[in-house]
């Protein structure tokens, strides 16, 4: 079995868990974020965890299934599946056997099957869409190497996050700076959401409210003589 990177600390993980895609690519410069075809197979599916990665031959899954067995608890599996659109690359026994082992989810840069029965389940799937065609199992293909995803390079070790809104990567090297930025942008999007709501409760009790409009916004309309 190839050797797998190593998992990030429980402390980035719940810390990660308390954020969203937004916030961390929000940290990020407003990048990081995978194609936004790529999407959890049901609403309301979530994953954070340690990136594992595997690169596929199109339409064939053959070391995706390799991948599966090479996992464990707590880290997401993310298949470079070249964007492929011909062949699901899994579908039902793939998806319970990952569940399984312990794998947080799986993102897949392709299609998948089994929509009925892979949207009621707990265990967080992200791909493109789905059809009915099922997969080649000949290879080749690559383990724990880095790869592109969804436009977004991802290697080893890196850190996850997946919502209704899409996956964002972020690198290893970057995870401290990358949270605790996020961290930051979540205390200021809860004041404002206060502040808003403070304003919206006095305008309907016909008092006058604080101004609203942000301190940057007037700062950059400046420029414009406004």
């Known amino acids: 079995m190839s050797k797998l ?17 937004t916030l961390i690519s929000d940290a990020m410069g407003c990048t990081g974020s995978m194609d936004y ?11 954070v965890g340690t990136a ?21 608890e707590g880290y997401v599996l993310v298949a470079d599946g070249k964007g492929h659109t011909t062949n699901a690359y899994l579908g039902e026994l793939m998806a319970g056997a990952a569940k399984a082992i312990g794998i947080e989810g799986i993102i897949i840069d392709g299609l998948v099957r089994d929509k009925e029965t892979l949207s009621e389940s707990a265990f967080p799937i992200f791909a493109k869409g789905f059809i009915p065609n099922g997969p080649l199992k000949d290879g080749p293909g690559e ?19 997946g919502d209704d809104d899409g996956v964002v990567v972020v690198p290893k090297d970057k995870i401290e700076e990358v949270l605790s930025k996020a961290e930051k942008k979540l205390d200021y999007e809860k004041t404002r959401l206060e502040s808003i709501a403070a304003y919206e409760k006095a305008r309907t009790e016909g008092r006058p409210g604080e101004n609203i409009q942000p301190h940057w916004l007037r700062e950059q309309m400046k420029a414009y003589g406004l």
Request: aromatic letters at 2%; hydrophobic letters at 45%; glycine letters at 8%.
């Open 52 to 72: 594992l990665t595997v690169s596929l031959r199109p339409g064939d899954n053959l070391f995706l299934h390799q991948a599966i067995y090479d996992g464990k």
């Open 5 to 21: 990177a190593p998992l990030l600390s429980m402390d980035i993980i719940e810390r990660a868990e308390s954020l969203n895609t």
């Open 143 to 161: 383990l724990h190497k880095p790869i592109s995803c969804g436009g977004v390079s991802v290697v080893p070790g890196d850190l996850i996050i």
């Open 37 to 47: 075809k790529i999407k959890p197979v049901a609403s309301g599916m979530k994953v």
